[in-house]
């Protein structure tokens, strides 16, 4: 669904998609970037680059490097030194949207959660359950 928003870089109105998140100016500038760092990672000498030596090399800022690499357009496989910041603890990664020690956190969290609404299922039936004595004849 198309709706207008503001540009985040510069703050125009434009009619946001699912394909562009940027206004057209600022897209374009963007796929001028992305040329720019792909030519330099294409050089078989800069492939193992790290974010801060493409940053470095080509003048891209890194937030930008981070979105190609996130959407795909550059391959960690091709480029083993790139990635992206995990979403909650900002720890680099090639897939996904978080590191495997909060992936590991988050499915604790969520078994302690279910053991835990299973206790409270339990008390609940247990105050609720009627209880019968029988007296001695």
Avoid at 21 to 46: I, L, P, S
Avoid at 61 to 84: A, D, S
Avoid at 110 to 133: I, V
């Amino acid at each position: 669904m198309e709706n207008l928003s503001n540009c985040p870089k510069c703050n125009e109105i434009f009619v946001k998609s699912q394909f562009r998140d940027v206004c057209q100016k600022c897209w374009k500038q963007e796929e001028t970037n992305f040329e720019t760092v792909f030519k330099f990672m294409r050089r078989r000498e800069n492939r193992a680059a790290t974010i801060e030596q493409v940053c470095t090399q080509t003048g891209v800022e890194e937030e930008l490097i981070y979105k190609f690499v996130k959407k795909g357009r550059l391959q960690t496989v091709q480029f083993p030194n790139l990635g992206y910041p995990c979403d909650k603890c900002g720890h680099i990664i090639r897939t996904g949207k978080l590191c495997d020690k909060c992936q590991d956190e988050l499915r604790d969290d969520l078994k302690s959660h279910a053991y835990e609404e299973e206790r409270k299922r339990e008390l609940s039936n247990r105050e609720k359950a009627t209880y019968y004595t029988s007296r001695g004849k």
